[in-house]
């Protein structure tokens, strides 16, 4: 290739006078104490590398660019450690923004570095260039604190295999600033990773890593914790990951677009060209074998799992299609266009699956399989309201033989949004020992509300769905013509209520998302005005709220033929004044 066409493919980040980006001072970025975060902002122009940039010492590094940008072809780093320059790394892009709408490189560990070079390879060059950088501390606690060393349980309990591991105590998680995510229903296939970057930090220096890990996660690319459930040093130590892990099986970010019901082992280094150390491989298989033999899952067996949406990783199927049959033990790069977990790791994967396969087996001659999953509780004769007008909705269930807890979960969506969960997770709202319970549903929410048992494993069961509850959108989601007036009225939901000022009023609430019926909160009874309720533009109905006996909280259920989203107009009719408290959009299942 000619020089001159290297250099039109290759636009390459130079270094045009490194500073702190404005808005990142590190003091004011600290997550968790010793660890700080800054950017050095760069400029993209023709070339081969940069210039050698020269930042106090940082562990994990990552490029970012502005959200308009086409994604970049190929990003490059390296660094230098001691006395010489390392090589290059090709670092994957995850191509899901974080809040401030910036896409980035997944994270480049490189524990002690000062120095930093880096190459792309884009069609134009991407705006706003930045290299964010993370530097932790060393804490000074021993290299063996917070580890847990004895696998806990009696016979069967499902944590025999269980190998020692650092807690996130023991690693330092900041869990002020960690959030709760959803849970999988059941284990159905296990992601081997690994991070990028020099296989060169110290044992005194990887629960550090961990910690840059963590920050440039939550901090860096707004994840409610760390991506992976599990983490391996290159000494071979185990961390436990995001929180939950070791007990049960939080959705991880992982393997966009298969997170649910997986999970994700990532070993801290890179193995595109360096062979794993075999005591890497045998904490790999540790840590694969115990959550095989926990969960029953085959090692050697193969799953299809259906493509979810992906806010990260470019998923090699379609939203909604199924993949091939695919090995319950895999490589990141099985489902997703990367090269992750790295030539070498992931030429390990048939022995990894053989070893995991051979503990499993000695485990269940010598103590037995662990008992399947629960089936689903009996769902009892109370119904869940549809419009829940208290704030507090009752819940229960039959009592399920071998649970010894409850989940009760949901699937919720707020008004105009598309909701978190997919049907293989779902978020815990409340543990309880009894077959029933109260939860709360805030204002302008739809639920799903389920329930599953845990057993003496603590594993979940399957999930019963209970019903989907809906709560009137909030007050300030009504937009009301000028012809109505409010008053204060204590029997009224909400204690107040909308009264129309003459024929054609109009009360609007945009936003409405697949809504399955529209609801009307108002006081009916004799004497009562009539209102035509439209949907985009649509006439859906005209409903009268004159009843024989008068309710100060009177429920009108407008039914659609077909789930609708857009803007949804209630529209007085007549002369007889009409009086409104609410309206709530009832959504079905999701």
Known sequence: MSTALAAALSLVLALSGAFVAPGTDARAAEPTSGVSRWSVEIAARPGTTTHEISTRTFTLAAVTWSRSSPRPARIELRTREGRGWGEWYELAVDSSPAPDGRFATEPFVADGASQVQARITAPRAPAGLRLDLVHVADDGTPGTAGLDLAPQGSSASGDELRPGIVTRRGWGADERRTKDVSSSTWLKAMYVHHTAGPNSYSRARAKAVVRGIWAFHTQGRGWPDIGYQFLVD????????????????????????????????AVMGDHTSTEPSQRVVDAVVDVLAWQAHRYGVDPRGKVRLRTARSSGSVTRWAYGRLTPRLPVIRGHRDTNHTACPGARLYAKLPAIRRAVEAKVERAARRLGATPPQLRAPRPSDADVDRLALSAKVKVSWRELPGAVRYEVVK????????????????????????????????????????????????????????????????????????????????????????????????????????????????????????????????????????????????????????????????????????????????????
């Open 234 to 265: 290159r000494f071979g130590t185990i961390y436990e990951g995001r929180r939950g892990s070791i007990d049960g099986l939080p959705v991880g970010a992982q393997a966009g677009g298969y997170n649910a019901s997986t999970i994700g082992v």
């Open 411 to 590: 699937r919720s969506a707020r008004h105009g949004r598309s909701p978190a969960q997919t049907k293989y997770a779902w978020k815990v709202e409340k543990t309880t020992a009894r077959t029933h319970a109260k939860v709360r549903v805030p204002r302008g929410e739809a639920w799903v509300i389920g329930v599953r048992g845990l057993d003496a494993l603590g594993r979940p069961g399957k999930v019963r769905e209970l019903g989907t509850t809906t709560r009137p959108v909030a007050a300030r989601n009504l937009e009301l013509d000028g012809r109505w007036r409010t008053e204060q009225d204590r029997a009224s939901f909400g204690r107040a209520v909308h009264v129309s000022q003459g024929p054609g009023a109009r009360l609007r609430v945009d936003g409405a998302r697949r809504a399955r019926a529209v609801w009307i909160v108002a006081p009916t009874g004799p004497g009562q005005g009539r209102v035509r309720v439209l949907v985009d533009g649509e006439r859906v109905a005209t409903v009268s709220l004159a009843r024989a006996e008068p309710d100060p909280r009177g429920r009108i259920r407008v039914s659609l033929r077909k789930p609708r989203s857009g803007r949804v107009v209630i529209r007085a009719v007549g002369k007889v004044p009409v009086r409104i408290s609410a309206v709530a959009l009832e959504r079905g299942r999701f």
